[in-house]
Nanobody, 115 residues
Framework: QVQLVESGGGLVQPGGSLRLSCAIS????????MGWYRQAPGNERELVAS???????DYADSMKGRLTISRDIAKRTMYLQMDSLKPEDTAVYYC?????????WGKGTLVTVSS
C-alpha cells in the first residue's frame, strides 16, 4: 500500500522560509518519479517541483530560484525547501508519487504566507 504523508506547513511571514517533508512508503523509493504540487483557493492544482527516479529536478517558472526539491533515500522522504516566500505562495501543498501508471497523493499541508 502506497502512503504519502506531508508535514512542515504553517504560517510564515513574507520573505521567510519553510521546509516541507513527504514521508513515502510502499514504493521503490529510489526509482519513483515524485513531485510537489500546490493548490490555492479557487485555483487548480499546479506542479511546483519534480524529481525523477534518476534524481533530476525541475521547477515551475513562477517559483524557480526559490525552491529546492530533494530526497533522502535512506529515510524514504522527499523535501521541498521554500525560500523568499510571498503571500501568493499561500496554498495547500501536496506530494505525489507516480508508479505503474498510477498517481498517489498525500493529503496536503497548508502553507500560509502572511504578516
Amino acid at each position: 500500500q502506497v502512503q504519502l504523508v506531508e508535514s512542515g506547513g504553517g504560517l510564515v511571514q513574507p520573505g521567510g522560509s519553510l521546509r516541507l517533508s513527504c514521508a513515502i512508503s510502499g514504493i521503490i523509493f529510489r526509482i519513483t518519479p515524485m513531485g510537489w504540487y500546490r493548490q490555492a483557493p479557487g485555483n487548480e492544482r499546479e506542479l511546483v517541483a519534480s524529481i525523477s527516479g534518476g534524481g533530476s529536478t525541475d521547477y515551475a517558472d513562477s517559483m524557480k530560484g526559490r525552491l529546492t526539491i530533494s530526497r533522502d533515500i535512506a529515510k524514504r522522504t522527499m523535501y521541498l525547501q521554500m525560500d523568499s516566500l510571498k503571500p501568493e505562495d499561500t496554498a495547500v501543498y501536496y506530494c505525489k508519487a507516480s508508479l505503474g501508471g498510477s498517481d498517489y497523493w498525500g493529503k496536503g499541508t497548508l502553507v500560509t504566507v502572511s504578516s
